[in-house]
T-cell receptor, first 117, second 112 residues
């Protein structure tokens, strides 16, 4: 049973460029969220996707956007990259919950490490 | 002030020692408390999950929650070199929520 898979694992971009990161949730999961983990910090919630719509959003600017596809996979897009966007981007998924907030354990992928030069 | 504060360490102890990791929080809406373990270059994995105040034990690991003090702890008994990792506390207001609030993480090294 494949867990949460993310691609690419590493990438380097320059300031001002745009990046797309991809995530496939764990089998049986339909809800995906994205987190940003700066070096030496804990993960910070970016947003959550369910039924192809953004359901919750953390304190991130509109440069961060996402998409969820009918097969539950998801993309994170970041426009106009800044040096401060350098981080590990984690995707997480969990199983359907009774009221969309009472889902099961959150499973994380291994992340995509973005370096902005 | 951050919602969740965690001493970043680093913390280095000899094998077999008892390790205590702690977090404080300010949001009284938090009801669900988790500890994640993150090995280098890996994603976080859930270690312990507790609801409200009290203790929960799982093998060598014990999680404690004191909601009155807004303070949670993770104890590791008989620590092993394989326990060397970064430990992250995380909290949410709802069960199974996708939006977790994490502490900064404590980097732990167990020396053989």
């Amino acid at each position: 049973d494949a867990g949460v898979t993310q691609s690419p694992t590493h990438l380097i971009k320059t300031r001002g460029q745009q990046v797309t990161l991809r995530c496939s949730p764990k089998s049986g999961h339909d809800t995906v969220s994205w987190y940003q983990q700066a070096l030496g910090q804990g993960p910070q919630f970016i947003f959550q996707y369910y039924e192809e719509e953004e359901r919750q959003r953390g304190n991130f600017p509109d440069r961060f956007s996402g998409h969820q596809f009918p097969n539950y996979s998801s993309e994170l897009n970041v426009n106009a990259l800044l040096l401060g966007d350098s981080a590990l981007y984690l995707c997480a998924s969990n199983s359907p919950g009774y009221n969309r907030v009472a889902g099961g354990e959150l499973f994380f992928g291994e992340g995509s490490r973005l370096t902005v030069l | 002030q951050k919602e969740v504060e965690q001493d970043p360490g680093p913390l280095s102890v000899p094998e077999g020692a008892i390790v205590s990791l702690n977090c404080t929080y300010s949001n009284s809406a938090f009801q669900y408390f988790m500890w994640y373990r993150q090995y280098s270059r890996k994603g976080p994995e859930l270690l312990m999950y507790t609801y409200s105040s009290g203790n929960k034990e799982d093998g060598r690991f014990t999680a404690q929650v004191d909601k009155s003090s807004k303070y949670i702890s993770l104890f590791i008994r008989d620590s092993q070199p394989s326990d060397s990792a970064t430990y992250l506390c995380a909290m949410s207001a709802f069960q199974g929520a996708q939006k977790l609030v994490f502490g900064q993480g404590t980097r732990l090294t167990i020396n053989p």
